[in-house]
């Protein structure tokens, strides 16, 4: 244990010559935060590539040679039912050489934004509307196998190499699944492209980014991430509305990616995985690199302080382990557990089910989609500006409320005039930007709350979480078919229920951070909102800073 101790001493010590964000710091961020750039571009890629337009039947005879939807209108709609909401029924006509009803075999779509798209093609329609929603649910399955297993990964063949390994597979899943003919190998493509496309690069770059900045910058740091992925899915928008082609559109798309393929050469291994491997040399060596660009005064590091007696150091000494299991075996540290592993998962069904769902908002659905990523940016300015002065627990909680609140009324504002649908939609916007907000913060939040020997674990399983839902979103979406506002408000009474159960956790504001599991247990007892207030109790002693955040 002491050896243990004396390696961690040393390491933080060789990591504070560097500086808590000089040059070297920057140049590693900026060529890292791309990968967060194309994780959200691969995401969302899907709403503009997959997307269903309007659509009516092509009634037979009438509709033989035409190519518009808008064709015939004078009289297709004599041979359209009407549905009890005053619609015309997409999914049905009648056959007026015998006056019944008949279910449709073809399709006329508006073209006016979406020129061609997978689910005009395949005719995600009707009675094939669950290949739309599988075909989401498929990319979003590939991203949860990747937080799970990429993240392992990272953690036992290191940061960079699964980083590239990801960025590479990015790009031939991205440029490949353009051209794949048949539906059920696309879900195949479609599986991998998520747990390349939005996993790998973006978790591992996270990582190593946490990894070299000193613990003042973490916070901004992650923050940054999250816009950049929200930049990600602008460029969806912007690329979707200037390239007609589906095919074409996906190959862009796919070519972002890049911009990652010679990081090979320009990001370095992190230094902490190196020293818990024990390549010491190779961590020396990176750090004195840093010290170098970064300018300090120390730029002659002493090599031989802290590799003296470690050439053949074994870092797998015999030493405890932990599991998830230990998230659950206390009733506290379960119940913490709990609650954070619901508020990830609200916070990400409401985050994806209103952005896979921005076609079905009021206006041009690039318009609205551009949106809905820009306003993400202003909620991670506000996150940050008041993280550190109204606490973690109210100020995720109010987010989360308001978000929910947001929602819940988008589904019951009447829509029968433009005016409705355009109050609904800007409603919807606030939403997102609170969902955001609420997002980004349990990041944080997430990694003060669980002590030191589960933390990596307990982000895991929240991000695991959050994956799972992102698979769901699709499928709930599907339940529109009863009503179109029952998906809607699913999301927002997730969120309100997640949002009001927050209020319970501890606040972890200017609070040291837990270390061991009993730590953990006790870790913010008797302090709920009821009974402490926004602020929770006041403790003495100084606020320990993050360390070691990682979202798998």
Excluded at 243 to 248: A, E, G, K, L, T
Excluded at 364 to 386: D, R
Aim: charged share 15%.
């Amino acid at each position: 244990m002491s050896n243990k101790m004396s390696d961690e001493e040393d390491l933080e010590s060789l990591m504070s010559h560097i500086g808590e964000f000089g040059s070297y710091q920057w140049r590693q961020f900026l060529l890292l935060i791309l990968g967060a750039t194309t994780a959200g571009l691969h995401m969302l890629s899907v709403v503009t590539v997959a997307a269903v337009p309007e659509h009516r039947c092509a009634i037979p005879d009438l509709d033989e040679n035409s190519t518009n939807y808008f064709d015939n209108s004078d009289l297709f709609a004599l041979w359209i039912p009407t549905l009890s909401n005053g619609n015309q029924d997409p999914c049905h006509y009648i056959d007026y050489n015998t006056n019944e009803t008949e279910s449709c075999s073809k399709w006329m779509y508006d073209t006016t934004y979406y020129k061609s798209s997978r689910g005009m093609e395949w005719n995600f329609v009707c009675a094939n509307r669950w290949k739309s929603a599988v075909t989401q649910s498929s990319y979003m399955f590939g991203v949860f196998t990747g937080a799970v297993t990429l993240g392992s990964m990272a953690d036992k063949y290191g940061r960079k190499i699964i980083f590239y390994i990801s960025a590479i597979f990015q790009l031939l899943f991205g440029v490949g699944v353009a051209f794949v003919p048949e539906f059920y190998s696309y879900l195949v493509v479609m599986f991998f492209y998520g747990l390349f496309g939005s996993a790998g690069s973006y978790i591992t770059g996270f990582v190593i980014a946490m990894e070299i900045v000193g613990p003042s910058k973490r916070t901004a740091v992650g923050l940054t991430f999250q816009g950049m992925f929200a930049l990600g899915v602008m460029l969806v928008a912007l690329w979707g509305a200037l390239i007609p082609d589906r095919v074409i559109l996906q190959v862009v798309y796919g070519l972002h990616s890049l911009m990652l393929v010679g990081h090979w050469w320009l990001i370095d291994e992190s230094p902490r995985w190196l020293w818990s491997q024990g390549r010491y040399l190779e961590a020396v060596t990176i750090i004195e690199k840093a010290i170098k660009i970064n300018g300090g005064v120390d730029t002659e590091l002493d090599k031989t302080k802290f590799l003296s007696g470690r050439k053949y150091a074994n870092v797998n000494q015999e030493q405890q382990t932990y599991s998830v299991l230990d998230m659950f075996r206390t009733p506290k540290l379960r119940l913490k557990s709990l609650n954070t592993g619901l508020n990830w998962f609200a916070n990400s069904l409401v985050y994806y089910g209103l952005s896979l769902n921005a076609g079905k908002l009021f206006g041009n659905p690039y318009l609205v989609l551009f949106i809905l990523g820009l306003v993400e940016i202003p909620s991670y300015f506000v996150s940050t500006a008041l993280l550190d002065r109204t606490g973690r627990r109210c100020l995720t909680s109010t987010f989360m409320l308001l978000g929910g609140l947001a929602c819940m009324a988008a589904a019951l504002i009447p829509r029968v005039s433009d005016l409705g649908s355009m109050l609904a939609t800007a409603v919807v916007f606030f939403g997102k930007f609170c969902i955001s907000a609420s997002f980004a913060i349990i990041y944080n939040y997430s990694a003060e709350l669980f002590p030191t020997v589960i933390r990596n674990t307990a982000m895991g399983v929240g991000s695991m979480c959050a994956r799972f839902s992102a698979t769901l979103t699709p499928l709930i979406s599907l339940m529109d078919s009863f009503d179109p506002r029952v998906p809607t408000v699913v999301f927002a009474t997730v969120a309100l229920v997640s949002g009001a159960l927050t209020l319970l956790l501890p606040e972890t504001m200017n609070k040291p951070m837990p270390q061991s599991l009993d730590d953990g247990e006790n870790f913010g007892e008797g302090d709920t909102c009821c009974s402490t207030g926004c602020f929770g109790k006041k403790t003495s002693g100084t606020s320990v800073p993050m360390q070691d955040l990682t979202p798998l």
